[in-house]
């Protein structure tokens, strides 16, 4: 997911998502469980939220960081992201942004 954010990639992150939250993908890795859907939101969690080794950057932080809009929509569009987490550095995703401030809050004013 990282990688899919930091190259601007929001059909990779929305592919990657759609396979995740899918009950047949997972009953394929798993088998059929009850636990489908503690499963599939533990995994969501991880890979909308999992924080890198360098920074502790999240996915959403990355997006933010490079500007990437159309991948800070994709993954702000799941319940699960942390809009909120912090980065090595005490940072937001928000304080992280790349662009001009007030350019991008018009943009992204969906990011509370």
């Known amino acids: 997911m990282h990688v899919a954010a930091r190259f601007n ?3 990779i992150v929305h592919f990657i998502m ?4 899918s009950s047949e993908f997972i009953n394929s890795l798993y088998g059929m469980e ?4 503690s ?3 533990i995994i969501t969690d991880l890979y909308l939220n999992t924080p ?3 920074a502790n950057d999240t996915p959403l932080h990355i997006a933010s960081k490079f500007g990437h809009v159309d991948v800070v929509k994709e993954l702000v569009s799941y319940d699960k992201c942390i809009l909120t987490s912090l980065n090595k550095y005490d940072q937001t995703p928000k304080d992280v ?4 401030k007030l350019h991008f809050y018009s943009k992204l004013k969906y990011i509370k």
């Not at 759609?18 to 939250?21: A, D, G, M, Q």
């Open 18 to 21: 759609e396979c995740v939250t």
């Open 52 to 54: 890198d080794k360098a």
């Open 39 to 41: 499963r599939s939101e």
């Open 97 to 100: 942004s790349f662009i001009d």
């Open 9 to 11: 990639q929001p059909e």
């Open 34 to 37: 009850q636990s489908y859907l």
